[in-house]
């Protein structure tokens, strides 16, 4: 099987780059040009010294092109621009730019790499440049895989470096002063005397001569932002409502639609009667879709009620009849012919386990779907030779393409307007939405149609997290876990995903084993193997993907284990911890939580560790059993992530992560019958209470040598470590989610 071949999945994107003015900044993987994007329709008197920044009258602009799905990413890429560049972030305006190949995503090939050659050395870093090479060239640009910080961190600073030196040799130029002689602060070149020229009225003059290459980085004893605490841009409008999404808004002569679909999700259409939709106010025409039908409206709520009306005629999806039959496919699935992966094969597995008592469990992960607050929605116009999108979107490329193809016009001539997004946890790396938009833009030329799907449809044609199955055989020796043989079955999350954008999933699949084949302990007969189950619901990236259930799987495995042994959860993980940013988090939490003092009477403590996105994140999670049920009191937290660039969102990331992965271990799924959803909004797919929320302390490690991101490293843990704490106040050992089937919480 091809190494390369495992390159198309979530995690595919390397390097570092910066591009100033069309002209290559810092080191390439391939020898060629990324023009500068900015420079396409540029506006007379404004310059564009990089992709990054643009300088008119108006001021300055910070190009942020990775998705802000909520996390705060504008933020963060705004502040790496303004640390080197010498602006005051409420002195400038940010824009997610056009879709471009100059920003492409250059931290996702990490993960990939260290999958198909484990040991950092020169060998990983060959496949990373293999990979990054062929991403460059394919201009893959990016959201998700917690990468954006990866990504910017020392590209975006470059860029904002390269335009300041620039700027700075213009002024130079200009004042007969030497460049060493100037200063930057606030916009403007200090001269010797202390006037300020203003980088607005050096900016044409800067755009004329080479751009300034290979400048130093500052060191961090001079960052005024990275390491701070600083007030996102974004806040106040968001906490005034006052910041538009997708869902706001309005384009001149835009009609709205709803769409009908197949509710067994992949199902087509025999026949339709729109009769009486066609006689309701304000409804002005019904068309067909890919599987189903759209209505056209004057308003969103007339839509959604025209949709309702129609009657239509189902076929059958391909799924199978019940949940019973989704978890017998992921059953049949442990056996040879199903192998995809065996990346962890330490010690003798077999010859350990053919004698003494064997500990054996099989633990189940459900589907889950993404649900983000603002339903999925978009705005597509479609004319003779272009089209215009507004939507919010982690795969602007992607959608140029699609929309490109289903209107029969070229990408180039598609235009992607970028916009906040109320949420994703990987939903918006889907496009579907888009597309359908597309194919009712084309039937009505020159018209903008904005599409919004209700809550119902979101659910009940969401392409949900995968379901999982583990099954685990281990052995303990001397009051020491000496054996873990774990298996793991699940659908492709990568086929699956990429083959709605028409490309394949070629090799393994490393999401079926992200998160447990990685794990850093040194047990001395330790196996971790992947089995592809086939297709079953399409399935997508979900908050932390692969390792959202893995993160469960080993650790719930783990623990039995050394349950079985007698030992102490976090001390046995400590002893078998081979390395030292993992020991690290785990002496964090250890020391943080007060671990060696006994919680009290019925309390319990569980811990758990995972690595997903290259981040080690501990968790402790301390729970009471009352009369009223599970109480979760107290959660502290320790990811390694190299540097904390943004201290209040990194706190507020790791918050948010580590209540989402409770929420869901606590109460969500989505089953299907006959291949339909059941779950089809809020009240059937319900997320954790207020009231129920634990207090959560957060520490951030800066030991590693890479900046991570920490989006999604916080949700694998939870689960497990809530997990564990129940068993540790209960005696109910949990090996299947969600726990509210086995336990109640209060």
């Known amino acids: 099987m091809s190494k390369v071949a495992t390159f198309t999945r979530r995690a595919f994107l390397v390097g570092s780059v910066a591009v100033a003015g069309g002209i290559a900044f810092g080191t390439y993987l391939a020898r060629r040009q990324l023009p500068n994007p900015l420079l396409d329709n540029l506006e007379p008197g404004s310059t564009a010294l990089t992709p990054y920044v643009l300088i008119d009258a108006n001021g300055v602009t910070l190009i942020t092109p990775q998705a802000d799905v909520g996390q705060g990413v504008t933020s963060v890429q705004a502040m790496l621009l303004a640390e080197e560049l010498d602006v005051n972030l409420e002195d400038i305006r940010t824009d997610p730019g056009m879709p471009s190949a100059a920003y492409w995503n250059t931290a996702l090939a990490v993960e990939a790499a260290a999958f198909v050659v484990p040991e950092d050395g020169i060998l990983q870093d060959i496949v990373r440049t293999v990979a990054g090479s062929g991403m460059k060239i394919m201009g893959m640009q990016m959201t998700g895989g917690s990468s954006t910080v990866a990504d910017a961190f020392v590209k975006l600073r470059a860029a904002g470096a390269t335009a300041r030196e620039t700027l700075k040799a213009a002024a130079a130029k200009n004042t007969g002063i030497r460049v060493e002689d100037l200063g930057t602060d606030a916009g403007a070149v200090i001269l010797p ?152 094969d330490d010690g003798d597995v077999e010859a350990a386990l053919a004698s003494g008592e064997i500990v054996e469990a099989e633990y189940r992960a459900p589907y889950l779907a993404h649900a983000p607050l603002e339903p999925l929605c978009a705005i597509v116009r479609v004319d003779d030779n272009a089209a215009e999108i507004w939507t ?124 447990a084949w990685n794990a850093p302990f040194a047990i001395p007969n330790h196996r971790v193997t992947g089995y592809r189950a086939r297709p079953l619901a399409p399935i997508s990236s979900w908050r932390s993907v692969g390792a959202s259930s893995n993160g469960f799987l080993a650790n719930a495995a783990l623990d039995e284990l050394i349950h079985a042994a007698g030992a102490d959860p976090l001390e046995e993980r400590l002893r078998l911890c081979n390395d030292d940013l993992a020991r690290g988090v785990l002496e964090a939490v250890r020391d943080m939580s007060d671990w060696s003092t006994p919680p009290g009477e019925g309390k319990g403590r569980g811990v758990a560790l995972t690595n997903s996105f290259g981040v080690d994140c501990a968790e402790v999670i301390e729970v009471t059993a009352t009369d009223r049920g599970i109480t979760i009191d107290k959660v502290w937290v320790a990811a390694e992530v190299g540097t904390v660039v943004d201290p209040e969102n990194f706190e507020n990331l790791v918050q948010g992560g580590v209540i989402f992965g409770l929420a869901h271990a606590m109460n969500c799924e ?41 989006g999604e490293p916080p949700v694998p843990p939870a689960a497990p470590a809530l997990a564990g704490a129940i068993f540790a106040a209960t005696g109910i050992r949990l090996r299947e989610m969600p726990f509210n089937k086995f336990v109640d919480f209060a």
């Open 392 to 515: 919010g979107t982690q795969i602007p490329r992607f959608n140029q393409t699609n929309v490109a193809r289903i209107a029969g016009i070229p990408a180039k001539n598609v235009r992607v307007h970028a916009q906040m997004v109320g949420g994703s946890f990987g939903h918006r790396l889907e496009d579907e939405v888009v597309k359908y938009a597309t194919e009712i833009a084309v039937q009505m030329k020159g018209t903008p149609v904005k599409l919004t799907y209700s809550r119902e449809d979101d659910m009940m044609h969401d392409f949900p997290r995968q379901i999982a199955m583990a099954r685990m055989r281990g052995k303990v020796v001397d009051g020491r876990v000496d054996t873990m043989d774990l298996g793991i079955a699940m659908p492709s999350v990568v086929s699956s995903q990429m083959s709605r954008q028409g490309m394949g999933g070629l090799g393994p699949d490393s999401e079926i084993v992200a998160g």
């Open 193 to 344: 005397d202390g006037s300020r020229l203003s980088y607005v009225s050096l900016a044409t003059d800067a755009a004329g001569i080479p751009p300034v290459q290979d400048v130093p980085l500052r060191d961090p004893s001079q960052w005024r932002y990275i390491g701070k605490p600083v007030k996102r841009i974004d806040m106040v409008a968001k906490c005034t409502g006052t910041l538009r999404y997708t869902i706001d808004l309005e384009i001149d002569g835009m009609v709205h639609a709803a769409i009908l679909l197949n509710p067994a999700q992949g199902g087509g259409i025999a026949g339709f009667d729109a009769g009486e939709a066609l006689k309701m106010r304000g409804v002005s025409a019904v068309l067909p879709v890919t599987g189903g039908v759209a209505v056209i409206a004057d308003n969103t709520w007339r839509a959604f009620r025209a949709a309702g009306a129609i009657r239509a005629e189902w076929e059958k999806n391909a799924m199978p009849a019940t949940m019973e039959g989704h978890w017998q496919v992921l059953s049949d699935s442990f056996s040879d012919e199903r192998l995809d992966s065996r990346k962890r």
């Open 670 to 710: 989505i089953t299907y019958e006959g291949g339909i959803v059941r779950q089809t909004n809020f009240h059937a797919f319900e997320g954790m209470r207020i009231y129920q929320c634990p207090e959560i302390t957060v520490r951030g490690l800066e030991n590693g040598n890479r900046v991570r991101g920490i």
